[in-house]
C-alpha cells in the first residue's frame, strides 16, 4: 500500500477503441441481423413451398390470395389426375396425347414458370436484401437467384418435354389403320425397314405380328420368316389379281420382303387413296399368311433403330454365345459379348438383333423377338420420362405407324397390361413350316391354336376356340395351287434349323437367348 493508499499491484486498463459500439449495442445489432436473415430466408421458404403466401404475410395479399388459389388448385388437379389414373387409366392417357390438351399444358407450364420466378423475386424484395447485414446480402441474392434458376428452368424443361410429345404426335402417328378391334384383338404388324446399300428399294428385314387382347393386354408374338415365298393374298387385295396362287416367281425373287418394294414400284397398283402401296400390300401379304385382320404397322428404320435404343439408355439381354458384328460379306468389327444380363447400347443391341454371320434366318427371328421383350418388360415411366427429349428426337426419325392420335392412349394402356403378362411366341420356321413351301392351312391353324390358348389363361372356364379369320382371306388352297420349284420346297436333311426355344412358346421372357 503506497503513501497515497493505492494498491500498487492494480494493472493499468487499456483504452477502449471509440470506434467499437459498447459490447451489449453489438449484440442487439447481431440479434437484428440474424432476425433480419431469418425473416428474409423464410420469405423464400414460403415462395418455394406456397407461392403466394410471403406476399400475404408481408405485402401485396390481393396477389398473394391469387397465388394462393392457383397453387391449390393445381394440387387438387394433380390429385384428381392421380386418382383417375388408378381408377381410369385410359383416359388419364387420353388427355396427355390429344394435341390441343398438349398445347394448353405447355402454355400453362411456361406461365407458371414466368409467375413463380416472379413471386421469388418479389419475395427478395420483401426481404428488403438493403437492411440485411453486408456479409449476408451477397448469399442471399445468390440463393434466390438458384431458386428463380430451379423453378423457372424446371418448368420451361417440363414445357419443352410437352413440346416433344405433341411433336410426336403429331409427326410419327399419322392414323390410316383400322381402328376397330379384330376379333377382340388388335393385330399391329412391326417391320424392320431395311434400305441398305446396293438395294433395290426398301426391304422389311424383319417381319412380326403382335397380337394384342383389347381387354387384358396378353400378347402373342408371331414371326414371319422374310424369305417365305407363294405368300397368298385376301380376294379384295390388288395384288390378289396380279398373283391369284400367292407372290411367286420361278426364279424365287418373289419373297415376303419383296412385296413391299414390287408394290412400291408399280404405280398404279393400288389407289392414290393409299398413302404407302408397299405397306399395305405387306400388311395383305402377312393377312394371307397369318389368317388375321392386321389393324395397323409400325416400321421402324434399322438404322435408327440404334438411336432409339442409345435413348433409353439401352437394354439388358442374355448373350449365350459371342455375336458377330458384321462378318459375312462385309467386315468383321468384332462381336457382341457373351455374358448374362448383359447391359447393350444401340450398336450392340441392333446387331445382336439383325447379325446374320454364323446364324440363320430363324435364329435372328428368335431374337429379334427377345429385344423386343426386353423393352417392353424393362422400359418403365421414369426412363421414359428422363429421356423423352431424345426418345421423342429418335423416335421422329426411325419409327412410322399409321396408329391414330385417338388410339395411342389405348396402345399405351395395352402396352402397360402387357408388362405384366408373359408374352407367347409362334414362328414360321422349320420343321413345323418351310418358307419354300408354306402350308398356309397349317400356319393359319398354328396363329389360332396360340391365340386360343392364350386367350384361355385370362377365362380358363371358356372353352378354346380358334381365332376368327378375315371374311376376304384366302383358304389353304391358295397354297397348295402354287407350284414352287424343288430346291424351295426341298426339306434340308439334317435339322440344321431345328426350332430354337424362344420360336414357339408360352413365356418368350423365360427362354431368350442367343443362340
Keep these: 500500500m503506497s503513501d497515497t493508499g493505492e494498491d500498487e499491484t492494480q494493472q493499468p486498463q487499456a483504452p477502449r477503441d471509440s470506434h467499437l459500439p459498447p459490447p451489449s449495442l453489438r449484440t442487439s445489432q447481431q440479434r437484428s441481423e440474424r432476425v433480419k436473415l431469418r425473416r428474409a430466408l423464410g420469405f423464400l421458404g414460403m415462395t418455394l413451398i406456397a407461392p403466394g403466401s410471403a406476399q400475404l404475410a408481408a405485402g401485396n395479399r390481393t396477389l398473394g390470395r391469387v397465388a394462393l388459389r392457383i397453387w391449390v388448385g393445381l394440387w387438387a388437379v394433380l390429385l384428381l389426375l392421380g386418382i383417375g389414373a388408378l381408377v381410369w387409366r385410359s383416359a388419364v392417357i387420353g388427355l396427355f396425347t390429344n394435341s390441343t390438351v398438349l398445347l394448353l399444358l405447355q402454355v400453362l407450364l411456361v406461365l407458371l414458370g414466368i409467375g413463380w420466378g416472379l413471386l421469388f423475386v418479389d419475395a427478395w424484395r420483401l426481404a428488403r436484401p438493403p437492411e440485411l447485414a453486408r456479409r449476408h446480402r451477397l448469399g442471399f441474392a445468390a440463393l434466390a437467384g438458384v431458386l428463380v434458376f430451379v423453378v423457372v428452368g424446371g418448368l420451361v424443361s417440363s414445357a419443352s418435354i410437352v413440346a416433344s410429345q405433341r411433336s410426336l404426335m403429331s409427326t410419327v402417328f399419322a392414323g390410316g389403320g383400322e381402328t376397330k378391334a379384330q376379333a377382340g384383338r388388335y393385330n399391329i404388324l412391326l417391320l424392320g425397314g431395311d434400305a441398305g446399300k446396293g438395294r433395290t428399294g426398301l426391304r422389311p428385314d424383319s417381319l412380326t405380328v403382335a397380337s394384342v387382347d383389347a381387354e387384358t393386354g396378353r400378347t402373342v408374338l408371331i414371326g414371319l420368316p422374310r424369305n417365305m415365298e407363294d405368300v397368298p393374298f385376301p380376294e379384295s387385295s390388288p395384288m390378289h389379281k396380279k398373283f391369284p ?36 400390300a405387306t400388311k395383305e401379304a402377312v393377312e394371307g399368311a397369318t389368317g388375321l385382320k392386321i389393324n395397323y404397322y409400325a416400321m421402324v428404320d434399322l438404322k435408327g433403330f440404334e438411336a432409339l435404343i442409345d ?80 426418345i421423342a428426337a429418335a423416335g421422329k426419325q426411325v419409327v412410322e405407324t399409321d396408329i ?6 389405348t396402345m399405351v394402356t395395352l402396352a402397360l397390361q402387357a408388362k405384366t403378362k408373359p408374352i407367347a411366341s409362334v414362328s414360321f420356321v422349320p420343321p413345323a413350316i418351310y418358307p419354300g413351301s408354306p402350308d398356309i392351312a397349317k400356319m393359319h391353324s398354328m396363329v389360332a391354336k396360340k391365340i386360343a390358348k392364350a386367350e384361355a389363361k385370362d377365362n380358363p372356364t371358356a372353352a378354346p376356340t380358334p381365332a376368327e379369320q378375315p371374311t376376304d382371306a384366302p383358304s389353304s388352297s391358295s ?33 431368350c437367348s442367343a443362340s
Excluded at 411367286?248 to 408399280?266: F, K, P, Q, R, W
Excluded at 391414330?404 to 392412349?409: G, H, L, M, N
Excluded at 420346297?489 to 418368350?508: F, H, I, V
Design 245 to 280: 396362287k400367292g407372290f411367286g416367281c420361278e426364279d424365287h425373287s418373289c419373297m415376303l420382303n419383296a412385296v413391299y418394294t414390287y408394290a412400291s414400284t408399280h404405280p398404279g397398283l393400288y389407289p392414290k387413296s393409299v398413302k404407302d402401296p408397299g405397306v399395305q
Design 311 to 390: 435413348a433409353v439408355g439401352g437394354v439388358r439381354i442374355d448373350v449365350n454365345r459371342d455375336i458377330p458384328i458384321g462378318g459375312g460379306e462385309a467386315k468383321l468389327y468384332g462381336y457382341v459379348k457373351k455374358g448374362k444380363n448383359q447391359l447393350l447400347n444401340g450398336r450392340s443391341a441392333l446387331w445382336f438383333a439383325r447379325s446374320r454371320s454364323d446364324s440363320s434366318d430363324y435364329d435372328r427371328m428368335a431374337r429379334q423377338k427377345c429385344v423386343m421383350t426386353a423393352m417392353l418388360k424393362q422400359l418403365d415411366p421414369v426412363t421414359v420420362l428422363t429421356n423423352f427429349n431424345q
Design 404 to 409: 391414330p392420335p385417338s388410339k395411342v392412349d
Design 479 to 511: 397354297s397348295s395351287s402354287s407350284s414352287p420349284s424343288p430346291s424351295a420346297s426341298k426339306k434340308p436333311k439334317k435339322k440344321t434349323a431345328t426350332l430354337k426355344a424362344g420360336q414357339q412358346t408360352e413365356d418368350l421372357a423365360s427362354v
